[in-house]
Structure formats: C-alpha cells, structure tokens
C-alpha cells in the first residue's frame, strides 16, 4: 500500500460525491473522481454542497478530477477503487469498466451500492482481489453540480475475497477504509455480517422502490393510497421470508420498523422512482432479480415480487429501447 492510500472514486453522483467528500476530508488520502456530465462545470466552480454531516461548502473538487478512467490512470496506482455508480448488470459489467483501475492485487474494490449479491461478479473478476462491500445509509441527492445531502452518511462495510490466504488483507483493508472515512466527518462501520444488512435494507428498497417506481407514486403519497398494507408490507413480507431460508433471519417487527423509518410526510421519492421519471436505467436486477434468483435456489415462493419484477423489467425494457 503506498503511503498515502490513493483512492479511486467511479461514479460521481450525490453518493460517490459524498464519499469522496470524506475520504478527502480525512487529510489522509488522495482521491481522484471520474466525472462525466459535470465536469466542466466542477473543473470550472467546484462542487457546492449542503449536508448535514459537513455543512455548507462551495467551490469543493477533488485532488484529482478526469474525465475517463485511462486518464485518471496517471494518479494511480489505486489502493482502493471505490464504485458509486448505479449497480446496472443489464445494461453495464462494473468489472469491465474498472479492469484498467485494478492495478494488483494490492487494489482493493469498494461498492457504495444498493442491493443483495452484488459482491459475485467483482470476486469471480477478481480472485486474488479484495472487495469491500457498502451498504450505503444516506439521503443525497444532486442537481449538476449541486449536491443536497440530507439524511447522514453512515456507511456499513464487510470483506470478501474469493481467495483465502487474502483474508487477514481483507480485514485491514476494511478497517483501514472504515478508519479513513470516518477520520473525514461521516461514519463508516464494519460488520462481520454485512450480507444480513444487505437483506435488511433490501425490505425497504424491494418494496418502496419497485412499487414507487411502478406508480409514481412517493413514499408518502403510496402510503395516503393506502398500499401499504396491500402491496409494501406484504412485499417485505417476502424479502423477510427469502432473507430468512437463506440464513439471515431479520426482526420480527422488520416490517414496522421499515415503515417507522418512513413517516408519511417523508414524502421521499426512492432512487428507482426518480431514475423512472428521469428515464434513467432503474437497479432492478440486483435490488429484485437477484433477490428472486436466490427465493429459486432456497425454495421460497416470492410471486408478488416476481410480479414487481416482470412489471419493472417491461419498464426497464421500454425505457432502455428508447435511449
Ligand atoms: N442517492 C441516494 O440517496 C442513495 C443511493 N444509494 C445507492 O448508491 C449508489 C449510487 O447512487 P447515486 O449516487 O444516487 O447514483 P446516480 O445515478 O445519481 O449517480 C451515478 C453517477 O455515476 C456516473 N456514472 C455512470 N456510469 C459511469 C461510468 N461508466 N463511468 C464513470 N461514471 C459513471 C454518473 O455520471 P453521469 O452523470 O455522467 O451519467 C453519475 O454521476 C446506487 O447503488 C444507489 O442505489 C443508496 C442509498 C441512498
Ligand atoms: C433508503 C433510500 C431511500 C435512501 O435514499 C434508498 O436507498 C433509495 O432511495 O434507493
């Protein structure tokens, strides 16, 4: 590991933003971001940012900003290549995209992303690598170079690695990352059992998300239309039941406490719901498919969110063809 661990931020949105924030902000890192559609505008003014973990700061860049991954090749080696893009298999392969980043097996891979299973594809591309997997527990949101972080930034990390001799490497990595994160004023956690966090944020994403997508509806609007009972609850009902045959048994009262983390006049339009109106690819193979794939293989039947799913994947299919 160099000296100062050089992270690599691909995906620069409000999440990928916010991280980059933090690490940064440690004093202890050097980070590079790749921005594509804000790049001008944040080579030209910076980043304004309004959080609630940080405050008020204008005029904000990374160390490092590049247009591409090949051009940002030249701040590299990475110690970390961090990925805050959307977790899309339908539309992009992550590893593809970062290939050029992994420099080593030195390099360890880093998911800010929604979803269950999603640490697969980055182990099989990766063997020898370690992937430090994040469940991401932030609110932000951004307008081109404008980014409203609203709901604190609290990232839940665990390690895996597809080869065993890497494992001890993999916990220092981790708590190397969580140590830097958290130095730079937000909080980063590491879980032995990330995978149950996973299935436990999955409730409320497979349930709000799909459903919110699919009418339009926002968190609060779908509740005064009185789906809650009807359509989220009993979709939780389902990622409980899948989450539990699989090993990860989640509360009892998971589905009130869900919803008790969701008052009404939240009125919080999902992720999914804001990439359907934007027409932008929504996360639906690894926040139902893959969550689907594994009801199969643990005998569990899930036909409500098969159904949400089938709808999503219509959707997805429209929205894709247009593009
Ligand atoms: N926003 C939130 O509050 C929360 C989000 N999450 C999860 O965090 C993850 C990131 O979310 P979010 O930041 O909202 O996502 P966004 O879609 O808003 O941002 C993704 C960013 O990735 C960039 N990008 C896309 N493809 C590439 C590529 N090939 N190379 C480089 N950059 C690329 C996009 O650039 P461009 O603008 O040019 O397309 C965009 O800036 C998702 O998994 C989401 O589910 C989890 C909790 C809360
Ligand atoms: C929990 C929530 C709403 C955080 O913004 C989210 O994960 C999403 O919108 O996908």
């Not at 930034?153 to 065993?164: E, H, M, R």
Request: aromatic content about 6%; charged content about 20%.
């Amino acid at each position: 590991m160099s000296q100062v661990p050089r992270i690599l931020v691909v995906g620069c949105g409000p999440v990928g933003t916010m991280c980059s924030y933090s690490l940064q902000n440690s004093g202890r890192t050097t980070v590079t971001a790749i921005l594509r559609s804000t790049y001008d505008d944040v080579k030209a003014n910076g980043f304004r940012i309004k959080s609630i973990d940080h405050g008020e700061v204008d005029g904000w860049r990374p160390h490092n900003i590049s247009r591409t991954l090949d051009d940002a090749l030249q701040y590299g080696p990475f110690d970390y290549v961090v990925v805050a893009l959307k977790n899309l298999p339908d539309v992009y392969s992550i590893p593809d995209i970062i290939r050029l980043a992994v420099a080593s097996e030195k390099t360890a891979i880093v998911l800010v992303q929604n979803g269950i299973d999603i640490e697969q594809p980055l182990i099989d591309a990766f063997p020898d690598n370690v992937v430090i997997s994040g469940v991401p527990l932030i609110g932000c949101e951004q307008n081109g170079r404008e980014i409203l972080h609203n709901d604190p930034d609290i990232l839940l990390v665990g390690g895996f690695t597809k080869n065993p001799d890497r494992m001890d490497q993999g916990k220092l990595m981790c708590s190397e990352f969580a140590e830097l994160y958290t130095a730079g004023g937000a909080k980063c956690e590491v879980k032995e059992n990330l995978t149950w966090f996973r299935w436990r944020k999955l409730c409320w994403n497979a349930s709000f998300n799909a459903i919110c997508a699919l009418t339009n509806l926002d968190s609060g609007l779908i509740q005064d239309a009185g789906a809650l009972e009807t359509l989220i609850k009993p979709a939780m009902g389902e990622v409980a039941a899948i989450a539990s045959a699989a090993g990860y048994q989640l509360p009892e009262d998971i589905k009130e406490q869900m919803v008790a983390f969701t008052p009404r006049e939240l009125y919080l339009k999902p992720s999914m719901q804001v990439d359907a109106i934007r027409q932008r690819p929504m996360e639906i193979e690894v926040i139902l498919g893959n969550a689907l794939r594994i009801a199969e293989k643990v005998g569990v039947d899930a036909r409500l969110l098969g159904t949400l799913y089938q709808l999503l994947k219509a959707k997805q299919q429209a929205l894709l063809s247009v593009k």
